[in-house]
């Protein structure tokens, strides 16, 4: 590799974010409420974790369950309470009815983060045409990532997409980071580092004991000698 992997995780409080940076995370995905998939924190944390870290944080805009944007007008407004609290990076992601990029609310929320660099997550995972998704955002300012695992079932499934994608980076559509996440073990990343991905996202991997308990230091460190200091 010519330059470091980036490696992304997953934190719910200053608690995890202080832990991943011990360890050697390069960013962090900040989010609450898992049992949801991980949907918008408090702006409070956002400002406590900005104050604990300075490593660059990507505050998740999910306000329910689900790929819908839901009320786009509110999900604006949170976008500016989060800008408001420090943030300066983000993940979103909204899908319509037919499983089509919703572009009507990614727009809307896209504006609200004028300036800002943005990850597309794992919607793309669930949409009826990765291609027609990444087409359609190809333009779009501010988002500079794409978070999935290839597949709605993870890496393990996903695999052969992961390493197509890569394959395409530079193309129309395909010159963003590709950011791999998802059912991602350690065994994965030889072959995805060899393929040229160089952006990998933990969450349950930095928990030894589960989502009821914290990031560990110990934890993302081992992964981060697995993708090189």
Avoid: N
Avoid at 28 to 39: F, H, I, K, N, Q
Avoid at 96 to 124: N, Q, S
Avoid at 171 to 193: K, T
Wanted: aromatic residues 6%; proline residues 3%; negative net charge.
């Amino acid at each position: 590799m010519s330059k470091r992997a980036v490696l992304e995780v997953i934190a719910l409080d200053v608690e995890d974010a202080v832990a991943a940076q011990a360890g050697g995370a390069d960013r962090l995905e900040l989010v609450t409420d898992m049992a949801a998939d991980g949907l918008t924190p408090a702006a409070a944390t956002v400002a406590r974790i900005r104050a604990a870290v300075d490593i660059p944080v990507r505050v998740m805009l999910r306000l329910a369950d689900g790929f819908a944007a839901g009320d786009v007008e509110r999900l604006a407004r949170v976008a500016g309470e989060m800008r408001a609290a420090g943030a300066e990076q983000f993940v979103l992601g909204f899908l319509d009815a037919g499983g089509g990029v919703d572009l009507e609310a990614v727009e809307r929320v896209a504006r609200a983060l004028e300036g800002c660099r943005w990850t597309f997550h794992r919607a793309i995972d669930r949409a009826a045409d990765r291609w027609a998704v990444r087409k359609q955002l190809a333009d779009f300012p501010g988002l500079d990532t794409y978070l999935t695992a290839g597949a709605a079932e993870g890496v393990d499934v996903g695999l052969p997409t992961l390493l197509a994608e890569a394959g395409r980076r530079g193309e129309p559509g395909y010159e963003q980071q590709l950011l791999v996440g998802g059912g991602l073990r350690l065994e994965h990343v030889p072959g995805l580092l060899d393929a040229g991905i160089d952006a990998f996202h933990i969450g349950g991997a930095a928990r030894p004991e589960g989502w009821g308990g914290p990031v560990r230091a110990d934890a993302v460190a081992r992964w981060r000698r697995v993708l090189g200091d």
